[in-house]
């Protein structure tokens, strides 16, 4: 004692003050237990998964109470919606407000945001544009956000045909009336995504609606493109059809997961293009895009409002990252480009074939993600993109379709994709959930049946392709869709799900790679298949973030989640090795690029955060954050080659952002790539909330003896919640709730509290 | 967490109920940062010494260990140069053994243990470790040396000595800590007890 006296006397003036810093602490530890006890179960458990509780003695009851309220306030609404994502949307729209700051860091960002809304930015540089969509759903607290990067390549010729393109592409699509469109609809297919078609549509409509507004996207395409509500949608969908200059080719895509869009790439023409769009919007407005896009002309973006995508949300997704490169490249072939070609072809009649089978091809695709039907098949399977047999059956189906678009297709594609070289790295959450796409038309439906694992990449990587192909001039763009949710009780299952269906897809595949591997709770997998030409990436990195919460608030939060993005660029960037060694592709360049501009984006753009409760990132830490990245993109190697414009496949990888040459960039092997995994430190495992929710638990009564929780060394009082373990050790909820999350052993006994959880910990 | 609360009952514990040996006390009016002294067990080299340790009670305690250092210095296979201390008590799952059933009182009371009973096995001093493996006598001698020189109050009253010395030795150890500190900080997972 005497000792630490002694030491102590510098800090003498100090004491005063620090004991009644901690006695005020004491109180309000004591306040907290209080207000813990009082608490309901529902009450107790919502405000542990959203890490509400803090740590006792930090917080003031009534800082407890009132965030008690704020959380259940959230709930509730989305309560009311029990298809969550349709409350989303709504919300979004008006939420839409573009956020500014676009130079803001993703940190600044994430630290912001606390409203539930989302966000959209738009920006250019140089010959590349982005747009970043954040969104924040109320009522699950996730949170998504989406970054599109595109690049314009060959802006010269893209100008000289359609005029939108040029720059900017996304942007200038955009202006070009349909790629505004494009845009819009990129963003709108986000946002889409979640919500359900009809909200999607809005959004997405709003979205693109106000970007379009903004640019024109409508006008340019059309003007009449659309018919203005259901072109909202179709914007968002078509968007794309901005972007076609040459030709149109609309690139309907679907974004697997929620986003559906639907690109259509219409030319600028886009003269009558609207028509189709109307048209197809009913019948299939993706498809109808795409046939615009065959046409060439202009666009017609029909895409329908459906707004495919979707997903979302609520996708089980959730504490894992997916890191999904589909580069899918070639366009070149046929295969791909008969799916994507199809719709083209029947959209020679430029008119609205669309509805037709052709539609229905696209449909599929797009279908998943917009029409409602498919996209819960989708879901189910697995990303919208199963489509890809669809397509190809639809083709069987409509064979003139698909005749007709093979040969414009292949005649296109071949070139088109040289002269895009566009490359486009989508990522999608995989949720294929996509709920909603009230809007999907029939033809969708017929697609949708068809959701084969595989196909999905494929159809992914037409979709890429195809757009690509279609689209032809369209500027390379990189997608990247971050989704972070919570995590809740079960979803880790869900998660197995997902990597089972990972692995099944890749195993169908003619020439499937799969690498997986797995360390301290860090799961990556990687595979790669090719299949008609088409090669598929799929990284899946998997990341539990529901150690992050404990780590508290805010900051630290924030910057798991940073450390996750990192992780996703990094991934892109060795997935962009991977790619180009494999392909030997002059795109190599392109690789690279990607990551980096990926990387680069989400520095610059700020996304906009949007949510609300996802928002508070802070207070989420239990929440899973799951991040899923899908990268698609179509190369074309060969068109690279041929390319055009081999300034177009070098122009765009430069022009994005020359972070490094790719030159200097180390090719990286998969055995490297895999061997990063191995850098992945060891985590103790914890219990996941479900698996601490089923432990029981019981009021302490008067009856019993009286007894210590052995963590806080605080005997029981009476309707204190105990937890009783496996080996009848209890303790106060809250406590052992803390160490559970943590560690899987009870601390008394050190035994496993679940049998099979039991790791290393068990000593 | 609990810490505050926690804590305050510990030290209660700690000052009604010490256990034999032991002496732990708050520093300061600093609730996270404890001072704790060991005696030397008999029959053992470091009988006679009175050993100083430093306790630092993380933000997250108990759910997390509380960071224990010898400042005193002490010629033992677990405990380093700079104090640290290998011992799976003090260690989380799933390396180590902490718990937040476990207390400040019982780690320090394992600790008096290990001092006891050094653990070979899983060193943190490879020379030392295997001086005692395979050359005991010698260990034994060089513990004892190195108790002499650190440990033991060459003067008077053991009360009065305590208080003098201590604070001195600590003085001198935390320099030499300091250095130590800077050096191991940059590769703190390497030095555990391999």
Known sequence: MEGSDSLEQSGSDQPESQRRRQLDRLGREEAFYQFVNNLSDEDYRLMRDNNLLGTPGEVT??????????????????????????????????????????????????????????????????????????????????????????????????????????????????????????????????????????????????????????????????????????????????????????????????????????????????????????????????????????????????????????????????????????????????????????????????????????????????????????????ARTARSRSPLNLDQLDGLHNPHHVLSSQGPISANAPTVPQVEGSSRTRQHVLSRQSTSDSDVQPSRAGAEPVPDVQNVTSQEGEAASGEGGAAGRRPPTIMLDLQVRRVRPGEYRQRDSIASRTRSRSQNSNNTFLYESERGGFRRTFSRSERAGVRTYVSTIRIPIRRISDAGLGEATSMALQSMIRQIMTGFGELGYLMDSDSDSSDSNRGANTPADLAEALNNTDTTPAAAPAADVDVEPPMAAGVRARTAETDVDESLATAPPASGGRARSRPPISLEEPGSLPFLRLAHFFLLNDDDEDQPQGLTKEQIDNLSMRNFGESDALKTCSVCITEYAEGNKLRKLPCSHEYHVHCIDRWLSENSTCPICRRAVLVSANRESVV | MQRASRLKRELQMLSTEPPPGITCWQTEEKIDDL????????????????????????????????????????????????????????KLPPKGAWRPSLNISTVLTSIQLLMAEPNPDDPLMADISSEFKYNKPLFTEKAKKWTQEHAVQKNMGVVDGNKENTPVQKASSRKREAFGAQQHAEEPAKKTCL
Not at chain 2, 72 to 89: K, V
């Open chain 1, 61 to 378: 009851e009534d800082e407890l109470f009132s965030r008690l309220q704020q959380i259940k306030d959230g709930p509730e609404q989305q309560n009311n919606t029990p298809s969550a994502e349709n409350a989303e949307d709504p919300v979004e729209p008006p939420e839409n407000s573009e956020d500014p700051a676009g130079g803001d860091s993703l940190l600044d960002w994430l630290n912001t945001v606390r409203r539930t809304g989302n966000t959209t930015r738009t920006g250019h540089r140089g010959n590349q544009s982005w747009r970043a969509v954040s969104q924040t759903n109320p009522n699950s607290g996730d949170f998504r956000f989406s970054l599109e990067i595109s690049v314009n390549r060959n802006l010269a010729e893209q100008q000289a045909a359609a005029e939108g393109e040029q720059e900017v592409p996304e942007e200038a699509r955009g202006e070009a009336s349909g790629e505004a469109g494009g845009e819009a609809s990129q963003e709108a297919g986000g946002e889409a995504s979640r919500g359900a078609g009809g909200e999607a549509s809005r959004e997405a409509g709003g979205e693109a609606s106000r970007e379009a507004g903004g640019e024109a996207s409508r006008e340019a395409g059309g003007e009449a493109s659309r018919e203005a509500g259901g072109e909202a949608s179709r914007e968002a969908g078509g968007e794309a059809s901005g972007e076609a200059e040459g030709g149109a080719s609309g690139e309907a895509r679907v974004e697997a997961s929620g986003e559906a869009r639907v690109e259509a790439s219409g030319e600028a023409p886009g003269e009558a293009s609207e028509e189709s769009p109307e048209v197809v919007p009913d019948v299939a407005p993706e498809m109808a895009l795409e046939m615009a896009s065959e046409v060439q002309e202009p666009v017609v973006n029909a895409e329908p409002p459906v707004p495919m995508e979707t997903e979302v949300v609520e996708e089980p997704v959730v504490e894992e990252l997916a890191v999904i490169v589909e580069p899918e490249p070639e366009l070149e072939e046929v295969v791909s480009q008969e799916i994507l070609g199809e719709p083209p072809s029947p959209l020679a009649a430029p008119l609205v074939q669309p509805p037709l089978s052709p539609s229905p091809r696209r449909g599929q695709r797009r279908a998943r993600s917009r029409s409602p039907e498919p996209r819960r098949t989708r």
């Open chain 2, 35 to 90: 001072q704790a002294q060991i005696v030397g067990g008999t029959e053992t080299p470091y009988e006679g010494g009175l050993f100083s340790l430093e306790i630092k009670v993380p933000e997250r305690y108990p759910f997390e260990p509380p960071k224990i250092r010898f400042l005193t210095p002490i010629y033992h296979p677990n405990i380093d140069t700079s104090g640290r201390i290998c011992h799976d008590a003090l």
